[in-house]
């Protein structure tokens, strides 16, 4: 059993999109999960199961076409599904939860300077605070994280995108934010740029300005190097949470032994090795199947696992959604460097 402050606690989560024809695309589905003090927990999965709706989910602010359909949200013992919309806005976004979109790059507005930016999102926030003070802290910060302060003075167009990165990251978390979601802030970035940025993430998390990150990311080899805990998302549904090493090296569900699999690794001999890859594709969110939603890719179902909805079943520090977990357990694996081979 833990001790540490639980930051987050996310209860049975369901939101999905409206669309125009009526139908709902159930991008988030019965998600539940903890976040402690001091934590850096990973959210790993293929494109479109769910990560970064999630992520967006976990502020409160549903704008559309996303919606709410159940769940909650505690931020420090907080209930946010209990508060309006403008103390969302005001004393959430930003000043406790800080969501880094994917396209953070393109947050920053292009016909203004970055200084007028921070004075623009700060008086949002704390509009009784003087320009002067503004640009005072975020100087400071800036100097703090090894950030030239004078790119302040510039226009988003003069940076280059991973300046830019760190400048956001920089700027989202100006407010020390208790939770902040990263997604993919390093998939549009060539190696050593990613490298600065994770490094400034890390920094402002040893530094204590973070108290706790939500990393989400399908470049798995990221997550092992700055996550404590991870979990593999499959369409909409956490399939595994578990601590990094245990979910990377020894990965229970057959989904995220998949997901480990996939992993390319700089290794002599594998020019010539040929790349697993999993058959068939996720279900289409707006039909979902009955029972297991990995079931029709899945080399380990059986008819059970099509009749009725999988819940997570709890092991000792992992949870793993599979009705066949007796069965992978007892068949003895044979762990690799990146995955589970039978
Ligand atoms: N604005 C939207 N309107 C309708 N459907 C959407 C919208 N945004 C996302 N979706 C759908 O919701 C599902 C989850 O998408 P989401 O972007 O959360 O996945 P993801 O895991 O973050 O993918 P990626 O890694 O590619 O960003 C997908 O089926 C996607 O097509």
Redesign the pocket.
Known sequence: MTTKKTMLEVNNLKTY?Q?RLGEK?R?VHSVSFKLYEGEIFGIA??????????AMSLSGLFLP??KYESGSVFLEGDNIFKKDINYLRKEILGKKYSYIP?SAMNALNPTIKIKDFVIDLMKEHEPDMKEKEIIELTKNRFESLSLPSRVLNLYPLELSGGMKQRVVVAISTLMNPVVVAA??PTSALDVSTQKSVIQLIKELFDDGIVKSIIF?T?ELPVLRHICDRIAV?YA?EFVEVGKMEDVIFNPIHPYSQALMQSILVPEKGMKDKKLPSLPGSPPD?RKIPKGCRFADRCPLAIEECKKENVEMVSLDDRSVRCIRINHILTQGKKVTPYGTKY
Request: proline share 4%; charged share 15%.
């Open positions: 999109y669309t695309i991008a999965g293929e494109s479109g199961c769910g990560k970064s709706t999630l076409p996303l994917q997604d993919e989400i399908h998302m909409g969110l």
